[in-house]
C-alpha cells in the first residue's frame, strides 16, 4: 500500500489529539490523547514500512509507547521530558492497548471494505451471459 495515506492519516490523527487537547480537559483529554499517541505511532511504522501486517504494525506501536512510560521511571533528561513525559501513570499503558487496538480494528474494517470491492469487481467482470437459446 502507498504511504501517503498513512501519512495524511497521521496528519489527521495529530490534529484530532490538538482538537481534544484545545476543547476538553480532564480524563478525557489525558487519556484519549494517550490512545492517539499510539495511533499516531501505529501510523508511523506504516510508513515507514507500509507491507507490515497491521497487527505487527499495532504491536510495534504498543510497545514502543509502553517503553516511553516505563522510561519515565528512570531519570530521563529534562530535555527529553516535554517529548517523552516526566510521570509514569500506570492507566495509561491500558489507554496506549486501546489505541493499538483500535488502529488495527480500523485497518481491517478498511482492508475488509477494499477486499469487498475488489471481489465485487472481479464478479461482475467474470460473469458470462447464459447462452441464448435458440
Known amino acids: 500500500m502507498p504511504r501517503l495515506p498513512f501519512a495524511l492519516a497521521a496528519v489527521v490523527t495529530i490534529a484530532a489529539g490538538l482538537g481534544v487537547r484545545a476543547f476538553t480537559d480532564g480524563p478525557f483529554a489525558k487519556y484519549t490523547g494517550d ?41 530521563l533528561p529534562v530535555f527529553l521530558r516535554p517529548i517523552l513525559g516526566s510521570t509514569f501513570n500506570p ?19 478498511v482492508q475488509g471494505r477494499g477486499q469487498r470491492q475488489v471481489s465485487g469487481n472481479r464478479r461482475s467482470r467474470s460473469r458470462t451471459p447464459p447462452p441464448e437459446r435458440g
Open 35 to 75: 490512545a492517539l499517541y499510539t495511533v499516531l505511532l501505529y501510523l508511523l511504522v506504516l510508513v515507514v514500512a507500509p507491507r507490515t501486517r497491521s497487527a505487527v504494525a499495532a504491536l510495534i506501536a504498543l510497545a514502543a509507547s509502553w517503553v516511553i512510560e516505563f522510561a519515565q521511571l528512570l531519570n
Open 91 to 109: 492507566p495509561d499503558l491500558f489507554w496506549y492497548a486501546a489505541g493499538a487496538l483500535a488502529a488495527h480494528l480500523a485497518a481491517l474494517l
